[in-house]
Every structure is written in structure tokens, then in C-alpha cells.
């Protein structure tokens, strides 16, 4: 047998696993890439990515059901620990083009390759304190994702950087009503930072600078047209002496001209300071610990077969944080000018708050155990409808609110897979999956720029002992055309074009039963 399988001897054995441990708690830092749609991440497990997440909640020996369904946990007998790790690799590589919002085509690349490549931790703990009740504890990152373009990319003003991780500790228990029915349910304190940065386009906010001056002109022309129609109306009564609404009406011309004369002047003076390319940068940081809940339900209508219902609640975030900007020296000149100050936007480092909700989850999961095989599937369903928009409000009154729109629908995930037993110690395993996307063209933006997903994993599987065993897993994710049909910004500058996507995972796991 190969050298990398040989049996590790009782002193090795917890060593090795408080390495991979070691490893896990470092890495709960680290934001992960998303592998399910969305945002949503499920790896949790080297075991269960083998068969593609199929029999998340029911296949057993895998101490990760304290997070996906703690009613499983009534079958882990003894006190288990379980570490893994998953290296994310993804990329989203951009194609298209983009203008401003007068039709100016936007200078810059297509962004290089969004994604990178980082490690998603997992660590779980359970333990029976009677014959029907288990607890546990898991830490894993549920949800997560990054992004990150060139600076000077053409899609700058939607997006640069995006960056969310969602860290969950759950407690969970399980209570066995007996030898066929078991329930279970968790508590879960989650942890969210995000990290938002993208360019402004100060010549977008010009013109809209410019387009607020031609409306306040068009409201006193307006003003003055209905003042000089007055008038002329009291002449024709007689109730105004012709010399003298002669003279109010050239004096209302007068003050007309003089507006519109300072009007051209205050817009020579924006275009001026904010010419095409003047770039500024915004930078929103925030986090927030909100409590969410799962409970779980775990049969087996026969020696073989088992069954599991999963619910995760929706956990809504109300976020604190930070806004920082970097205007132009052209965009400070207007901000100088009084008589701009009061009525523009002034890019000043701000408090701000948001309201986020990661989705719920339900899932329904099968296994079927033979004494050769066992086989599969899962079927899970996410409310992405919860995510309409990403409003933040910020502290200073004079600075906008900013909405981001999403617009998103419920996706499912359906999974097959199983696994193959050569020996006693060896496993082999298999998978396949689907996975909706919950975006569409005419929603998809840069920061998410994912797309409906197909799976195809395998892994491998040693028991050294009875109370030691190492898993690890490979997985390819093939992603749709990912189409984006008009991402719009702040400013109104327009994003078209088409991502290509795909990720691939490498997951590795340490079990010790004491």
C-alpha cells in the first residue's frame, strides 16, 4: 500500500490531528470562496465532498452533522473530534465592455482573474452524556466570498474588491426518542465581516452636479415664465398700469439672464474640476454578531436506510461600520467653492450601518448502507430571496444612501453520490451535483458573478485504527455562462458582457474518537 496510507502509531495519531487543528483555528480568519451558489458555502467536510454532499446529514461516522443536522449525532457513539480544511480556488475572468452614462465608453481591461485561492476551516466536537443525548460543538464559515479586480479595470465603478465571511459557532443536541427517530437542534452565534471597495467616477458625479444645475435653471425659467404670464394677465384686467408691468417683466428677464449666466459659469466649473478619468475610491467595512437556530429530524425506517430533515434559519445582520473615500483635487476645488459645499456629496470618512440577511437553508438527506457500499443523495433548498437590496445609511446626513440591488431568487442543490469500500480501511468515493444560480443576466454584477453549477468530486478515505481516520477529497465545480446584461453603478455607468467561471477544491480531514 502506498507510504502516505501507512498506520500511524498511537503517539502520532493525536499529534497529527492537533496539527490539522492548529491549522483550522488559523485559517477561521480567512474568508473563504464561495462553492455553492451564491455566497454559500458547504465545506464543512472532506468526508462528505467525496460523494458531492450526498448523505450530508445521514452518512455516518462524519462528526459534521453537529452543523448540518444534530439529530445525526445520536449515532456517533463515544466522543469525536473532526478537523478539516478545504483549499477554494476560483476564478471569474471577465469579458465585455462598459460605458458611462452618456455613452462614453469607459477606458481600462477587463479586470484580470477575480478569483484567488483560499482555505475554508471546519472544526467539530461531539460527545454522548447519556444514552439519548448527544452534544456538540461545530466552527465553520457557512457564507463567504471574495472578489477582487484591477484597479483600473473597466468595471471599476461597480466593483474592485468584495469580500464576506459569515463565521458560525453552533452548539447543538440531539435526543434519541428511539431506536428508529431521533430530533435534534442547535443554537448558532454568527460572525459577518464585509468589506466592500470600488471607484467613483467624479466625472459621472459632475455631470450629475451639472444635470442638478440645469434643473434648478428649468425650475426658475419655469418660475419666471408663470411670473411674466401674471403679469401680462393683470395688464390685460387693467389692473396693472402698462409702464410699470413693462418694468417688472424686463426685470424678471434681467434676474433670468443673470441666472443663467451664473448657471453656465457654476457648470464650466464642475466640467473643469471633474474631466473623464477623474477616479476617486470608496472603501465600506463592517461587521456584525447576530443568533440564528437549526433544527433536525433523523430516521431510520430500516437497518439500512436513513433519512434526515434539516432547517437552518435566515440570520438577519444589522451591520456598524466605516465609509472611507478618495476624491480628486479637481472634486476638493468644488467642495471649497460655498456655494457648492452645502448642496454636493462630501466624500468624507463616515459611520454607516447596513442590514443584511444570510438566507435559510432546508435540507432533505438519504443513505443507503450495504455492507460493500453505500449510497446517497442530498437535496437542499436556500432562501436567496431574502437578499432585495444592501441599503447603507450613513451618519453624515449629506452623504447619500447607497443601495445595492440583488434582487435574487430560492435556488436548490441536488446531489448524488456514494462510497465504495476496499477494505476495512480503504473508502472510495463519488459524486456528482447541480446547483441553481440565483442571479440572472439582467441581475448578475461583478461583486457576485456566478452562474447555475455542475460538480464532479471524488475522495479517498483511511481508517488506521478504530479510533484515527484521514479523508481527503477533490472536487472540479463547471460554471454556465455567466452573462451580465447591463450592471449599472452609482453613476450610471453600464457593465456588458459575459464572466467565465470555474473553481476547483481540495479538502483534507483528522477524525479522533477517544
Not at 472540479?476 to 455567466?482: D, G, Y
Given at each position: 500500500m502506498h507510504k502516505s496510507f501507512r498506520p500511524l502509531s498511537n503517539a502520532t495519531r493525536p499529534l497529527a490531528l492537533a496539527a490539522l487543528s492548529v491549522a483550522v483555528a488559523g485559517a477561521l480568519v480567512a474568508p473563504g470562496m464561495a462553492h455553492a451558489s451564491a455566497f454559500q458555502l458547504k465545506e464543512n467536510s472532506a468526508k462528505a465532498m467525496g460523494r458531492a454532499y450526498a448523505g450530508s446529514a445521514t452518512a455516518g461516522g462524519d462528526v459534521s452533522v453537529v452543523a448540518n443536522n444534530p439529530a445525526a449525532m445520536s449515532d456517533l457513539d463515544g466522543t469525536y473530534v473532526q478537523a478539516d480544511i478545504t483549499a477554494i480556488n476560483f476564478s471569474a475572468k471577465f469579458n465585455g465592455s462598459a460605458h458611462d452614462a452618456l455613452?462614453?465608453?469607459?477606458?481600462?481591461?477587463?479586470?484580470?482573474?477575480?478569483?484567488?485561492?483560499?482555505?475554508?476551516?471546519?472544526?467539530?466536537?461531539?460527545?454522548?452524556?447519556?444514552?439519548?443525548?448527544?452534544?456538540?460543538?461545530?466552527?465553520?464559515?457557512?457564507?463567504?466570498?471574495?472578489?477582487?479586480?484591477?484597479?483600473?479595470?473597466?468595471?471599476?465603478?461597480?466593483?474592485?474588491?468584495?469580500?464576506?465571511?459569515?463565521?458560525?459557532?453552533?452548539?447543538?443536541?440531539?435526543?434519541?426518542?428511539?431506536?428508529?427517530?431521533?430530533?435534534?437542534?442547535?443554537?448558532?452565534?454568527?460572525?459577518?465581516?464585509?468589506?466592500?471597495?470600488?471607484?467613483?467616477?467624479?466625472?459621472?458625479?459632475?455631470?450629475?452636479?451639472?444635470?442638478?444645475?440645469?434643473?434648478?435653471?428649468?425650475?426658475?425659467?419655469?418660475?419666471?415664465?408663470?411670473?411674466?404670464?401674471?403679469?401680462?394677465?393683470?395688464?390685460?384686467?387693467?389692473?396693472?398700469?402698462?409702464?410699470?408691468?413693462?418694468?417688472?417683466?424686463?426685470?424678471?428677464?434681467?434676474?433670468?439672464?443673470?441666472?443663467?449666466?451664473?448657471?453656465?459659469a457654476a457648470k464650466a466649473g464642475v466640467s473643469a474640476a471633474t474631466p473623464p478619468g477623474s477616479d476617486g475610491y470608496a472603501q465600506v467595512k463592517g461587521n456584525s454578531w447576530a443568533w440564528g437556530w437549526q433544527v433536525g429530524a433523523y430516521w431510520k425506517p430500516t437497518a439500512n436506510d436513513r433519512v434526515a430533515l434539516d432547517y437552518r434559519s435566515r440570520i438577519s445582520h444589522n451591520f456598524d461600520g466605516t465609509a472611507n473615500f478618495t476624491t480628486t483635487p479637481g472634486y476638493d476645488l468644488l467642495l471649497a467653492n460655498p456655494a457648492l459645499a452645502s448642496s454636493i456629496p462630501p466624500f468624507q470618512r463616515t459611520e454607516g450601518k447596513a442590514r443584511l440577511t444570510n438566507p435559510a437553508v432546508a435540507t432533505l438527506s438519504y443513505w443507503h448502507q450495504e455492507e460493500k457500499f453505500g449510497l446517497g443523495f442530498d437535496l437542499a433548498w436556500t432562501q436567496w430571496s431574502v437578499m432585495r437590496q444592501l441599503t447603507l445609511n450613513y451618519a453624515n446626513p449629506q452623504q447619500p444612501t447607497?443601495?445595492?440591488?440583488?434582487?435574487?431568487?430560492?435556488?436548490?442543490?441536488?446531489?448524488?453520490?456514494?462510497?465504495?469500500?476496499?477494505?476495512?480501511?480503504?473508502?472510495?468515493?463519488?459524486?456528482?451535483?447541480?446547483?441553481?444560480?440565483?442571479?440572472?443576466?439582467?441581475?448578475?454584477?461583478?461583486?457576485?458573478?456566478?452562474?447555475?453549477?455542475?460538480?464532479?468530486?471524488?475522495?479517498?478515505?483511511?481508517?488506521?485504527?478504530?479510533?484515527?481516520?484521514?479523508?481527503?477529497?477533490?472536487?472540479?465545480?463547471?460554471?454556465?455562462?455567466?452573462?451580465?446584461?447591463?450592471?449599472?453603478?452609482?453613476?450610471?455607468?453600464?457593465?456588458?458582457?459575459?464572466?467565465?467561471?470555474?473553481?476547483?477544491?481540495?479538502?483534507?480531514?483528522?477524525q479522533y474518537k477517544f
Open positions: 455613452g462614453n465608453p469607459i477606458s481600462g481591461g477587463n479586470g484580470g482573474d477575480a478569483g484567488t485561492t483560499l482555505p475554508v476551516p471546519a472544526l467539530a466536537i461531539s460527545t454522548k452524556v447519556s444514552d439519548r443525548v448527544n452534544l456538540g460543538l461545530a466552527l465553520d464559515v457557512p457564507f463567504g466570498f471574495q472578489t477582487e479586480y484591477d484597479r483600473n479595470w473597466m468595471g471599476r465603478y461597480d466593483a474592485i474588491k468584495t469580500k464576506l465571511q459569515s463565521f458560525d459557532s453552533t452548539l447543538s443536541a440531539s435526543f434519541k426518542i428511539n431506536d428508529q427517530w431521533s430530533v435534534g437542534a442547535s443554537a448558532i452565534a454568527e460572525r459577518t465581516n464585509v468589506d466592500l471597495t470600488n471607484a467613483i467616477n467624479f466625472n459621472g458625479v459632475g455631470n450629475g452636479i451639472i444635470n442638478g444645475i440645469n434643473g434648478q435653471l428649468a425650475a426658475g425659467a419655469a418660475q419666471a415664465a408663470a411670473g411674466i404670464a401674471q403679469i401680462q394677465a393683470g395688464m390685460a384686467a387693467g389692473q396693472i398700469p402698462p409702464a410699470q408691468g413693462a418694468a417688472m417683466i424686463q426685470q424678471i428677464l434681467q434676474q433670468a439672464q443673470q441666472g443663467a449666466a451664473t448657471a453656465a447607497t443601495v445595492l440591488p440583488f434582487n435574487w431568487r430560492n435556488t436548490w442543490y441536488a446531489s448524488v453520490g456514494g462510497d465504495y469500500y476496499v477494505t476495512d480501511k480503504l473508502t472510495l468515493r463519488a459524486g456528482v451535483a447541480i446547483d441553481q444560480a440565483p442571479m440572472s443576466a439582467s441581475n448578475r454584477d461583478p461583486r457576485v458573478p456566478d452562474a447555475a453549477r455542475r460538480m464532479a468530486t471524488f475522495g479517498i478515505g483511511y481508517k488506521a485504527s478504530e479510533h484515527f481516520e484521514i479523508n481527503a477529497s477533490y472536487a472540479h465545480i463547471f460554471v454556465s455562462h455567466a452573462g451580465v446584461n447591463g450592471a449599472t453603478s452609482a453613476t450610471g455607468d453600464v457593465l456588458t458582457g459575459s464572466f467565465d467561471d470555474y473553481g476547483n477544491l481540495l479538502s483534507v480531514s483528522a
